[in-house]
């Protein structure tokens, strides 16, 4: 289906053997790839075609059946030893992209894939086009990983250094919660459903819940964790991009383009709290050493490539307002960090407490729809309804759906769906420049307070839910996290 030469740059990377070629081989294995297509996959390392065929056919190993087609993919491949500021290299690149594009008839559709650190992203965009190796006879799309600018201004320098080169348009900025299922499923939640569209507003919602915990560590990347943090890590890009998703307004058709309008009609009306506000509304904490599951887990500061008196959060919650008439006042609470109880990736939609007639006895629960979305995926909604038995007490009811297991085998994954996308030139599931401007402003002003230390920086111990104050910060609203596994309350011998 897709006549198509994609190059990588950072072939030899981890986010190219762990994703992307799987992606590809998916991609190919139901035929959105298929003969006509060819990857040059380029970095430092000297690499011959051969040994980069090896590559890519183990990184698809454990998806492969048919060892024959495998390695029909992998002939697909070529490599080429490329230092991305070396001029010279361009041109070679510009000679073999040339010759793939004849030999496998792209129609001089070009995507290039920048897998790489962002310091590189500018250099890339500029040579591309001053070297023509993008010429305008095909389509061609850039499709480039966060982190996306470390603050506003970062952001801005390097989206004029693309601008450059390709337009908005031919810009993908990943966010690879925007290719997971059940975030692509809020669409059809809000969208489809009678009954939640009508009440998804601050006249039946009383708050909104979202929880991005993990219970793994910053593993082996600790030098880029403790420049970043959880704030820039994950609020900034995925948070930021769910809450877009689930406050904003209908958009006119399920098009990128009136959905974007929206979404960044929702990310613009965020609140920016004031420095009282940031102090209030916001915590942030780090993981300190502690026995959990029967194993013992270090400090943050104690990790690999941290600073051993680093001030870098690795846990951030808080409240934000969205100021568009139609969530007025509804605060959307967050919290995300390392080392949490467990992976549990989940939003919960808190709907307003409904007028007892049943006396003080019979305690009503306040609705709640969740929204699964890691580890497993579905949809529950909880409500009231009558015990079984000679007496009337109301007991809560939980609907609850999971995706089996079966289906999910087959489902793409992100980078799969997003490539997808990409491929048919569609932006909806892509971060715009408008969007990112808006989340970096809001982030900056965080990030500014709790510069200066005048914010507590919570301690919590590996394998709990956070700092209390997260836990207090929303009784502050007269509420409580939804969700709250077993293990947190087991911890504190509650
Ligand atoms: N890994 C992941 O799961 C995720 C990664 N990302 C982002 O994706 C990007 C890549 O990450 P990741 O794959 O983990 O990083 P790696 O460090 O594993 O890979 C970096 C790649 O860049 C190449 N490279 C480095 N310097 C040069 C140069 N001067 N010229 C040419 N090639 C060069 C390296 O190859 P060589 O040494 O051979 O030159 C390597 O292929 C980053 O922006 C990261 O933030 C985002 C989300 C998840
Ligand atoms: O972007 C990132 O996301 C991962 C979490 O992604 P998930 O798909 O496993 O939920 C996080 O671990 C990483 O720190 C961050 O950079």
Do not use: C
Not at 287 to 299: K, L, P, R
Not at 368 to 386: A, D, R, W
Not at 469 to 493: G, I, V
């Amino acid at each position: 289906m897709s006549k198509v030469l994609i190059t990588i740059f950072g072939a030899t990377g981890d986010l190219a053997k762990r994703k992307l070629y799987p992606s590809l081989y998916r991609l190919y294995k139901s035929g959105v790839l298929e003969e006509d297509f060819a990857v040059i996959g380029t970095a430092r390392r000297p690499w011959t075609k051969e040994m980069y065929e090896d590559v890519v056919l183990e990184s698809i190993s454990s998806l492969v059946e048919n060892e024959e087609d495998a390695k029909t993919f992998a002939s697909h491949f070529y490599y080429q030893a490329h230092d991305v500021n070396d001029s010279e290299h361009y041109e070679t690149l510009r000679e073999l992209s040339n010759e793939l594009g004849e030999k496998y008839d792209t129609d001089h559709n070009k995507v290039f894939f920048l897998a790489m650190a962002p310091e590189f992203f500018g250099t890339i965009a500029s040579h591309l086009k001053s070297e023509h190796i993008t010429d305008g006879k095909g389509y061609e799309r850039l499709i480039i990983e966060k982190p996306f600018g470390t603050s506003l201004a970062t952001a801005e320098k390097l989206n004029d250094d693309l601008s450059k080169a390709f337009s908005e348009d031919q810009i993908y900025r990943i966010d690879h919660y925007l290719g997971k299922e059940m975030i692509q499923n809020i669409f059809a939640i809000r969208f489809t459903n009678f009954v939640f569209e009508k009440i998804w507003n601050r006249d039946f919602i009383d708050n909104i819940q979202i929880t991005f915990a993990e219970s793994i560590g910053v593993e082996d990347r600790g030098g880029y964790y403790d420049h970043s943090g959880a704030l820039k890590d994950m609020v900034q890009n995925h948070i930021l991009q769910v809450l877009s998703l689930l406050a904003m307004d209908k958009p006119k058709t399920y098009h990128s383009k009136d959905i974007l309008a929206e979404k960044i009609k929702a990310l613009q009306s965020i609140k920016i709290p004031s420095t009282e506000e940031v102090k209030e509304d916001f915590v942030r904490g780090q993981y300190v050493e502690n026995d959990f599951n029967g194993q013992h887990f270090v400090s943050y500061r104690d990790e690999s490539q941290v600073d051993p008196e680093s001030t870098t959060e690795t846990f951030a919650s808080g409240a934000f307002f969205v100021n568009n008439g139609r969530f007025n006042d509804v605060p959307f609470f967050f919290r995300t960090g390392k080392r949490m109880t467990e992976k549990g990736t989940r939003i919960n939609i808190v709907f307003k407490k409904e007028d007892s007639i049943f006396g003080p006895d019979q305690k009503l629960q306040q609705n709640v729809l969740t929204i699964y979305i890691q580890p497993t995926e579905g949809f529950s909604f909880l409500m009231n309804g009558k015990e079984v038995g000679k007496d009337f007490n109301i007991g809560e009811i939980k609907l609850d759906f999971r995706h089996d297991a079966a289906i999910l085998g087959n489902s793409p994954e992100a980078y799969e769906k997003l490539i997808y996308d990409v491929l048919k030139g569609d932006g909806s599931n892509f971060t715009h420049w408008d969007e990112l401007k808006a989340s970096w402003t809001l982030i900056d002003k965080i990030v500014d307070v709790w510069s200066k230390n005048e914010v507590p920086l919570y301690d919590y111990k590996a394998g709990t839910m956070g700092p209390k104050a997260s836990f207090d910060l929303l009784e502050k609203y007269d509420t409580e996290w939804n969700w709250t596994p077993d293990e947190w309350y087991k911890e504190r011998n509650l």
